[in-house]
């Protein structure tokens, strides 16, 4: 009997022992599913990151007179040729081009290319996009304005025929391309059509609501080299601005850019990371080098040692802006980083006038040419709608009469200005100009330029750039432009505004934006 009772006593503590061991192996089994479970909703959160939109007019790039659009929408078009990081022509849909003549250009197109709905994409979608730039109002029928036809000759090749030579057309090859499948024969203004368009880029857009966008990998890409670790973009929509800004400030968004120097008032200092680099606005003094003293290079180098370029940007720009000197130092592949100014020095302004025979007297530099005396007075011309211009304008004219040349500041309307400065009425003039990816100096040396100048070196090595594709020689040769630039001073730069990427400070990946694109290495981003 009393065996039997220690009998039952064993089974039930094995018993218990095994309820036990079970109960503890489903406990480290739910343990480990909650972790896996856990792993897997922290995979899925470093998948994603936020992007916002202020005041959507459309999705269609062409169509959009927005910013914020423009720079999203480049994750969801592609254009023929591509900018790197430092604004270098890339192949994209286009894998080659060749130019042909000084009017026309042949392009390859790529041949595994496929819209996001699974369409070929072909020569058609070219000549149709590139139609569509023509007779549409969009930001982008600057690049094809010179445009005068367009031959399909096979599916993956045309040929484009130019109204007269553009020195680098490639770069103007940089609009995005839209599916003529997708709009068909209707409308290409149709807002339904708009809503959700295909694209051939690295990103698709999968939904649309009304606060935001969903953005996901496009299976469909062309470019298999890389791998889209960051699998899903949230789009968030907001009425204005203001809204976005405070948006990123508490944290509801991964990155925004701006132009505008007084972000820091909205979203604050605190929280987040930024890159600032040199925008497109570029603003620069130019000399009208037939005016008789401005054609004296020592007048222009007294001129340019004489300019303090950082009080400029401290005392106007309030140094929400940078300094600059040669139209390509925004970050062109083409401007190595040599100093194009010749620098603030007001002994050496002295120096080169005192060494060219000029006598300062009477608060005047002067000097007795043709038994007559000459005192440097200038035109400084400067648009009287530009608040911003005429500080610069009167800045400038202080420095300037503090070294004994005197200064007029003539306040044009926008009509007298423009006037003024088509027909070179002037002698000095400010002025601001958007600046091209396109390392096309035309405007600054070629024919008819701003300030009437003219160097036989130059105009040779214009002639031999524009038809090279050898980066060594394209590089020599630009350097010397800037070398001459720098010796003979027809321009003085001054500043250009400022471009600024502001992100959260736990977004991990490599950044390297500039103002035609704010996403590069955007794929292996996460948080």
């Given at each position: 009997m009393q065996s039997n009772w220690f009998k039952y006593i064993f089974i039930f503590f094995v018993i218990l022992i095994l309820i036990f061991a079970v109960v503890r192996i489903k406990g480290e089994e739910a343990n480990k599913e909650e972790s896996v479970q856990d792993a897997n909703s922290k995979e899925e959160k470093v998948k994603e990151i936020k992007l916002g939109i202020a005041s959507l007019d459309t999705i269609n790039p062409i169509l959009s007179k927005n910013k914020n659009v423009q720079d999203i929408t480049k994750l969801i078009y592609e254009p023929l040729v591509n900018l790197t990081s430092n604004y270098k022509a890339e192949?994209?849909?286009?894998k080659e081009w060749a130019k042909q003549s000084d009017n026309s250009y042949l392009i390859k197109l790529r041949e595994n290319v496929k819209?996001?709905?699974g369409q070929k994409f072909t020569a058609d979608d070219v000549k149709y996009t590139i139609d569509r730039l023509k007779d549409t109002s969009t930001i982008y029928s600057y690049n094809v304005e010179n445009v005068?036809?367009?031959?399909i000759i096979d599916d993956y090749t045309v040929k484009i025929y130019l109204d007269k030579e553009i020195p680098f057309f490639e770069y103007n090859l940089t609009f995005p391309i839209v599916s003529k499948d997708y709009y068909g024969a209707q409308d290409f203004n149709n807002t339904e059509k708009n809503k959700s368009p295909v694209g051939t880029g690295m990103y698709k857009i999968s939904e649309v609501q009304p606060s935001y966008i969903t953005l996901v990998k496009n299976t469909s890409w062309w470019n298999k080299t890389k791998n889209l670790?960051?699998?899903?973009?949230?789009v968030n929509l907001y009425s204005s601005i203001g809204e976005l800004y405070n948006s990123f400030k508490i944290g509801n968004l991964d990155l925004i850019s701006t132009t505008n120097e007084n972000v820091q008032e909205y979203i604050g200092t605190i929280g987040y990371s930024s890159k600032e680099m040199k925008g497109r606005e570029y603003t620069f003094l130019t000399f009208n080098t037939k005016n008789y003293f401005l054609s004296k290079l020592e007048v222009r180098k007294a001129i340019s040692y004489s300019i303090d370029k950082e009080s400029i940007v401290s005392n106007i720009f309030n140094n929400k802006c940078y300094t600059t000197s040669f139209p390509l130092d925004y970050g062109s592949w083409l401007s190595q980083g040599q100093e194009v100014s010749a620098g603030y020095n007001l002994e050496q302004a002295k120096q080169v006038l005192v060494d060219n025979g000029w006598n300062y007297?009477?608060?005047?530099?002067q000097k007795i040419e043709d038994y007559r005396t000459q005192k440097i007075a200038l035109n400084l011309l400067v648009k009287a709608s530009d608040s911003s211009k005429l500080a610069v304008a009167e800045n400038v004219k202080s420095q300037l009469e503090?070294?004994?040349?005197?200064?007029?500041i003539v306040q044009a309307s926008d009509e007298q200005y423009n006037s003024s400065i088509q027909n070179k009425n002037y002698d000095i003039a400010i002025c601001s100009i958007t600046l091209s990816p396109s390392p096309n100096l035309n405007t600054f040396f070629g024919e008819n330029n701003l300030a009437n100048y003219s160097n036989d070196e130059i105009k040779n090595i214009m002639e031999e750039v524009k038809n090279t594709t050898d980066e060594n020689i394209l590089k020599e040769k630009f350097n010397r432009i800037a070398e001459i630039f720098k010796e003979e001073i027809p321009y003085v730069g001054l500043c250009s505004n400022k471009y600024i990427v502001a992100y959260n400070s736990e977004l991990v990946g490599d950044m390297y934006p500039n103002w035609f694109n704010q996403f590069y290495g955007i794929e292996s981003w996460y948080k």
């Open positions: 192949p994209c849909l286009a819209w996001s709905n005068i036809g367009i031959d670790s960051l699998e899903k973009i949230t007297k009477y608060q005047y530099w503090n070294q004994g040349i005197r200064i007029n």
